[in-house]
């Protein structure tokens, strides 16, 4: 039988595996994602999208289905002796360039069911309740062989299929798991209490800080208890939670999910395999829950790597660039690895005795990694920092910059009263702004499809940009304004 050839190949359709193939299908790649699943989740696992997350899903055109389904949440309090003892958002209102300065506390759930919905009606759907047997690097790009026998020859592979990826294995990638010994009970139901509830999280500070409530969307609650005995049962779990909150008490109208879960934290060694085989996801880091940063960090390998295979693939892109998906995303896993690790320790272990109190300042410590908002790759000054959003004049209004851009291509922002005749590559798109009402004023700013600012220079060194960028000689020159309508594309 002929192999079916496509471009890629996605193994796992979490959220991270269905995020690559949605990116991809924008980018009109060619896909087959498979998973042993015979459905989307439907409830537990993450609990929360971060502000960054929040930005990326606007890049993809995700962001208005997801939001209002969500509950935003900034605060993080502490409670203990019947009283809060604090209440703090200030990392949070400090963020710049951000407008969503919040948590969206929603279900990994909501997010699958987006995505395979989306995959489905553009004709992508995933291949349910289908195993692979093999994945080999071929002359050319890879063989992917499923469990019944069929080969699906590709150019390139993604493994987003979990923490034990058989991708991960079958190349042989390293990926040693440190175990602590901290194991978690979690709960999500409906609650009734006399607590005096509010949309933050609160954790809870008696013996240790083992219990954290968490909002979730809707009328449900997540419950975090540190139980560090793998044999319990939900009982003694609600048992702690009510020793935590006195003298209120609470109790569950309704039980969604009650799981458990050790900590564990590795990341794998090498990212990529010859250029053709990448890890995503839980595939090539985990660690532990805390502070909300497993499926941030997954989804944000998804929107660096497949903008990358597009400008490789259709684009005549250079392999240094496939490349600098693991120099560019394995310091943000290590160093997701040190700030949910230092959190979730916190939580066992205090010098003083107050770990409620020494969780919430760790937050605010890390509170780069837990927004999101602190990630950066290489470069000095903004070149290599998130592009920061905010509303500027354009055309006879305000819009937002995120609005503007494109996961498909490159945009160089134009800010400042100038007009230009600049013969761009196809995957680049110019975005004039011109009043000089932007942190951005009297600059020219080239951004990747992730938002990430690539180069940064004065205007009258916008043909030098060009140039360097992408290797193109450009006859650049100042005319009339009635050229810039077809130079926006209709923006």
């Not at 929360?48 to 309090?77: H, I, M, W």
């Not at 079958?170 to 040693?176: D, T």
């Amino acid at each position: 039988m002929t192999p079916q050839v496509v471009d890629l190949v996605i193994v796992g359709a979490g959220p991270v595996g269905l995020m690559c193939a949605y990116l991809a299908d924008l980018c009109g790649m060619s896909t087959v994602i498979v998973d042993k699943s015979d459905g989307p989740l439907q409830v537990g696992r993450a609990d929360a999208l971060n502000a960054r997350t929040l930005q990326l899903l606007e890049v993809g055109k995700l962001f208005d289905a997801l939001y209002p389904l969500g509950k935003p949440c900034n605060t993080s309090s502490v409670w203990a002796d019947g009283k809060f003892l604090s209440r703090q958002s200030s990392w949070w209102d400090e963020l710049e360039g951000c407008l969503h300065k919040h948590f969206l506390m929603l279900g990994q759930s909501y997010v699958e069911q987006l995505l395979d919905g989306r995959l489905a009606e553009q004709g992508v759907a995933v291949r349910r309740s289908t195993a692979i047997s093999n994945v080999e690097i071929v002359k050319d790009g890879c063989l992917t062989t499923l469990a019944g026998g069929e080969t699906i020859q590709s150019r390139y592979v993604i493994g987003a299929d979990g923490s034990r990826s058989f991708v991960r294995e079958k190349m042989k990638v390293p990926f040693e798991i440190v175990r602590p010994q901290i194991i978690w009970a979690v709960i999500d139901g409906v609650v009734e209490t006399d607590f005096p509830k509010v949309p933050e999280i609160i954790v809870f500070q008696a013996e240790t800080s083992d219990v954290a409530w968490i909002p979730r969307e809707g009328n449900i609650e997540r419950f975090y208890v540190r139980m560090d005995v793998s044999d319990f049962t939900l009982e003694e779990a609600v048992a702690k939670i009510n020793r935590a909150i006195k003298p209120h008490v609470l109790g569950f109208k309704k039980i969604v999910w009650f799981s458990q879960f050790s900590v564990k934290e590795s990341v794998a060694e090498k990212f990529y395999v010859q250029d053709r085989v990448f890890l995503a996801g839980d595939a090539c880091h985990i660690h532990s829950v805390n502070g909300g940063q497993g499926l941030n960090t997954g989804l944000a390998d998804a929107f660096n790597l497949i903008w990358k295979l597009n400008m490789t693939l259709n684009h005549g892109g250079a392999r240094a660039l496939l490349q600098s998906y693991e120099s560019e995303r394995k310091p943000v896993a290590l160093s997701v690895i040190e700030s949910s690790g230092e959190l979730v320790r916190s939580t066992k272990y205090s010098v003083n005795g107050t770990h409620a109190e020494d969780y919430v300042r760790i937050v605010q410590k890390r509170a780069g990694n837990i927004t999101g908002m602190g990630i950066r790759y290489a470069g000095e000054g903004l070149v290599g920092t998130r592009l920061f959003d905010s509303e500027v004049s354009f055309g006879t209004g305000k819009v937002r910059l995120y609005s503007l851009l494109d996961y498909t291509k490159y945009t160089l922002f134009v800010f400042g009263d100038v007009e230009l005749d600049l013969q761009l590559p196809e995957y680049v798109q110019l975005v004039v702004v011109r009043a000089s009402d932007s942190v951005y004023a009297g600059q020219a700013v080239l951004v990747r499809p992730d938002a990430y600012i690539e180069s940064v220079v004065s205007l009258e060194r916008v043909e030098e940009l060009v140039e360097l960028a992408f290797g193109l000689e450009v006859d650049f020159q100042f005319v009339d304004a009635s050229c810039c309508e077809d130079l926006l594309g209709g923006v």
